[in-house]
């Protein structure tokens, strides 16, 4: 079987400037557009049976987007939410760093900020959610899931069993793509933050401020 990790499109939080999280803004025109890109080429390459989608706005828009485009329904799951980053949802940066500053020497990974869960639980969290959508996908060819950047970086860790504290990150612009593939015990990446598909997002931007 192949997994996509597909991370939404542009949303709100990127243009204001905000730790976004559990923040539940939507797509901005400029997301929706890169969304359609991503869908065409998913379509044409790499078509899934079946499309997962974590329940906050950004990526929801953009599963339904490329639900609308391949005909497949969306099966939406809370555990495929964003890091649960407590107070600091919807924050901007500075006030955030005022209000509530991080401990000398960062949080530990077992501590959770005010009103938000631990690094340790978001890991255990992506783990469980993915070992879910495994199994229910058993005997598909190919799958997608689209949430988030931290939560893809997550699920790229379960992937490849890597320790549950670790300080490897895996990063993932604009809706953009991982391939993962699973043979019984054998895995491969096949390739990782595929995002050729905005060029013609970027090139339309060009276009409108000329």
């Not at 901005?28 to 998913?42: N, S």
């Not at 993915?130 to 699920?155: P, Q, T, Y």
Request: aromatic share 6%.
């Amino acid at each position: 079987m192949e997994i996509l990790l597909i991370r939404h499109g542009e949303s709100e939080g990127d243009i204001l400037h905000v730790h976004e999280g559990r923040a539940d803004l939507l797509l901005t025109d400029r997301g929706r557009r890169q969304a359609r890109e991503m869908a065409k080429v998913v379509k044409e390459k790499y078509m899934p049976e079946a499309i997962w989608a974590s329940t906050l706005k950004r990526a929801r828009e953009t599963a339904e987007i490329l639900s609308q485009e391949t005909g497949i329904k969306v099966k939406e799951d809370d555990d495929l939410r964003e890091f649960n980053n407590g107070v600091l949802a919807g924050l901007p940066y500075a006030e955030a760093r005022t209000r509530y500053p991080e401990p000398e020497g960062g949080r530990k990974p077992h501590e959770a900020i005010e009103d938000g869960e631990s690094e340790l639980e978001f890991r255990f969290r992506a783990e469980t959610v993915f070992s879910k959508i495994l199994a229910e996908s058993a005997g598909r060819k190919r799958i997608a899931i689209v949430s988030h950047g931290g939560m893809i970086s997550n699920l790229l860790k379960a992937f490849l069993n890597l320790p549950a504290v670790s300080n490897t990150y895996f990063l993932t612009g604009d809706t953009g793509i991982h391939l993962l593939k699973v043979n019984g015990n054998q895995k491969a990446v096949l390739f990782l933050n595929d995002c050729g598909h905005l060029a013609k997002v970027d090139s339309e931007v060009l276009v409108s401020q000329n």
